[in-house]
């Protein structure tokens, strides 16, 4: 804190705790400085830091002495304020998604760029493999319900990742299911076209940018009931409650056989840009500094 206070520029009117833990430690030593706080959480930040007991008593400490919060769901904003307590200032800043980007395409010639069969489902996993995103039930769920010849890709590494291909090749699906490691922004367009849906069991979530990305481009999803996750599916068949591996295979040949239109997934973020993230956080940060 000394460069802002020390010799030179005045103090700021605001600052920005992004990533609410630990950059919520800074907000009473700030606070004492006369300078308001906007605490913006992002996922487990605040969902895995309240549910640590030695971290836990310090981000409470940190959004009390914050002017308010931001957030990128409605359930970690109200996460925040059963930690915190109420603020004057509680405002929901989403992620957007780049619609000129992350927009339908042929999936045919999508295939057919990233070197796969155009014919036969295809199910897509994007995300770390790691617990949290739980790669093991969505290989579990895919072997329950995937139509027969359909494939799992998973784009992401991690941990995981000897476990998950271990389970495929017990199950028996080893030839049908591909770990591709991280890919290029620019490649990842096309699994969204190229896929039937995409496939997420997170056990914890801020609000996939995954999710937005996949409905902007027109392919349905599958997810958990996690974190801010169903604050974005409007469809409820595309949101399971159950982490079971049965349920989640049913709702998957269910979805497969009988998608949403990539219209409808599309229009339904289409209010979600980065430009209205941006207005509704500098609307919060004008409150804060002005209170």
């Not at 199950?171 to 190229?194: C, F, M, Q, T």
């Not at 239109?261 to 993230?277: C, D, G, H, I, Y």
């Amino acid at each position: 804190l000394g460069t802002l206070f020390g010799a030179g520029p005045p103090a700021p009117d605001v600052v920005v705790c992004d990533y609410a833990w630990p950059a919520a430690a800074a907000a009473e030593a700030l606070r004492t400085r006369g300078v308001p706080v906007l605490v913006n959480g992002r996922g487990s930040d605040v969902l895995q830091v309240r549910e640590t007991p030695g971290l836990e008593p310090h981000l409470a400490r940190g959004l009390r002495s914050s002017g308010g919060y931001t957030a990128v769901s409605q359930d970690l904003l109200d996460a925040m304020v059963a930690t915190g307590g109420p603020k004057p200032v509680q405002a929901l800043t989403p992620n957007g998604v780049d619609a000129d980007h992350f927009k339908p395409g042929e999936r045919r010639a999508a295939r057919a760029r990233l070197g796969q069969a155009t014919e036969g489902d295809l199910v897509l996993c994007v995300g770390h493999l790691i617990e949290r995103k739980d790669p093991l039930l969505a290989l579990a769920a895919f072997a329950a319900g995937a139509t027969e010849g359909a494939r799992l890709v998973f784009v992401g590494r991690g941990p995981l990742s000897d476990a998950v291909e271990g389970a495929a090749a017990e199950l028996g699906l080893g030839d049908r299911v591909s770990l591709l490691g991280e890919r290029p922004p620019a490649e990842l367009v096309d699994w969204y076209r190229a896929a039937n849906l995409l496939l997420l069991t997170s056990r914890r979530e801020g609000r996939p940018n995954v999710v937005l990305e996949a409905l902007s481009t027109g392919c349905p999803v599958l997810a958990t009931s996690a974190g801010g996750t169903g604050e974005l599916l409007e469809d409820p068949r595309m949101l399971s409650m159950d982490r079971e591996s049965a349920a989640l295979g049913q709702m998957l040949k269910d979805l497969l056989k009988r998608p949403p239109a990539a219209e409808v997934l599309r229009r339904s973020v289409e209010p979600l840009t980065w430009a209205a993230s941006l207005d509704a956080l500098e609307s919060a940060l004008l409150s804060v500094s002005r209170a």
